[in-house]
């Protein structure tokens, strides 16, 4: 009986791992399908497209699946519901300042699941603009590096065109004008920098900290959150 038990447990792991691999892919392809929908189904002229192409082939996400997106943004397939992308503001344990990031076809369903899982969570719901006053936009590129490299390539992000940088755990950061993002990311590239991700981001003005138990219920808040389905980004001031 042993092996049969060894094969349930590997059944039981994989699914959960489909059903991950499935949530991140649709994800992905809601972020494609509204930057076709907005910027056109050509990654090479929209820039937005381009990013969230890259970001879907991060994660392997199959070229059907992207294809089949792009087409949904830019209504060659038809009978399909409209994706429009809204940020909901909140407040999580501690009082931590949330900005969370949604694409769905059903308003009213996303509002009222994530008012819920906020309220049975610790967080609170507030009107917009209650907490996005403590934010910024920005274009954030990452890049994992070694400190014997860092100094040159914080120079040449910066001659790019970039406001910041800002390093830990081997990966540096680097923050731009959101309508640079562009021009500092190509010309990274252009260097044979490899970048690990790029993309629009909101950067917190001043960053708050948690105890030990608002850190273990808002650790908590975000993968409940992170687990409905329409949430893309949730960003916050911690």
Not at 91 to 110: C, E, F, H, S, W
């Amino acid at each position: 009986m042993s092996g049969h038990s060894k094969w349930s447990t590997i059944k039981h792991k994989k699914g959960i791992n489909d059903a991950k691999r499935a949530k991140i892919f649709t994800k992905y392809g809601k972020l494609i399908t509204i930057a076709a929908r907005d910027g056109g189904g050509a990654s090479e002229t929209n820039f937005q497209l381009r990013l969230a192409i890259d970001r879907a082939r991060l994660e392997n996400m199959p070229k059907d699946n992207i294809e089949r997106a792009i087409k949904r943004g830019t209504g060659e397939l038809k009978d399909q519901a409209e994706i429009k992308e809204i940020i909901y503001e909140a407040y999580g344990p501690g009082q931590v300042a949330m900005l969370i990031k949604t694409a769905t076809d059903n308003t009213n369903r996303t509002l009222g699941d994530v008012k819920t899982l906020l309220t049975k969570n610790g967080g609170k719901w507030v009107p917009a603009g209650s907490v996005g006053f403590l934010f910024k936009q920005v274009g954030r590129i990452e890049i994992t590096t070694k400190e014997d490299g860092l100094d040159e390539l914080e120079m040449k992000a910066i001659e790019a065109g970039a406001e910041d940088t800002e390093y830990k755990d081997s990966i540096l950061a680097i923050y731009t004008l959101p309508e640079n993002l562009q021009k500092v990311r190509d010309a990274l590239q252009k260097n044979e920098t490899k970048i690990e991700s790029a993309d629009l981001f909101f950067l917190p003005n001043q960053k708050a900290s948690l105890n030990e138990k608002d850190l273990a219920s808002y650790e908590k808040l975000l993968e409940v959150l992170d687990d409905q389905d329409d949430v893309q980004e949730i960003y916050d001031n911690l």
